[in-house]
């Protein structure tokens, strides 16, 4: 494959990715995190997530309402701790089922492709 036809890939790849970054990010706030273990937490998975992806985003999450956060000052580093809100734990709900009726469709989709080869 040409470098030019792997950039257009790449691109497709990120801006698919870039749609589940949420999802994937509010699936592991049931419990509180701060931004650090989150990465860890996260990269363990196979999902992986940089620091100047995820801050920005659990910044806009909480202001929207859908996560809420609490300092912990009681280690040698304070800490700011995230977790879903009452909104999000509704958001979250939502979206996953949003997330399996797509993916649902998707796969028909892909599968059907797949018979007429």
């Known amino acids: 494959m040409k ?5 257009v890939l790449n691109g497709i790849t990120q ?6 970054i949420t999802l994937a990010v509010l699936s592991q706030l049931q ?19 940089e ?24 280690g040698t580093k304070p800490r700011k701790y995230y977790k879903l809100s009452e909104f999000g734990l509704d958001a979250y709900s939502r979206l996953t089922a949003a997330w399996k ?3 649902s469709s998707i ?3 892909i599968d059907e492709e797949g018979d007429n080869d």
Not at 3 to 7: E, V
């Open 3 to 7: 470098k030019g036809n792997d950039d």
């Open 15 to 20: 801006e698919m990715r870039r749609g589940t």
């Open 31 to 49: 419990e509180p995190q701060y931004g650090y273990s989150l990465i860890v937490l996260m990269n363990e998975k196979g999902f992986e997530i």
């Open 51 to 74: 620091a100047n992806t995820l801050y920005p985003l659990l910044r806009r999450l909480e202001k929207q309402g859908v996560l809420e956060s609490s300092w912990d000052t009681d």
């Open 101 to 103: 009726n797509l993916n």
């Open 107 to 109: 796969n028909i989709l």
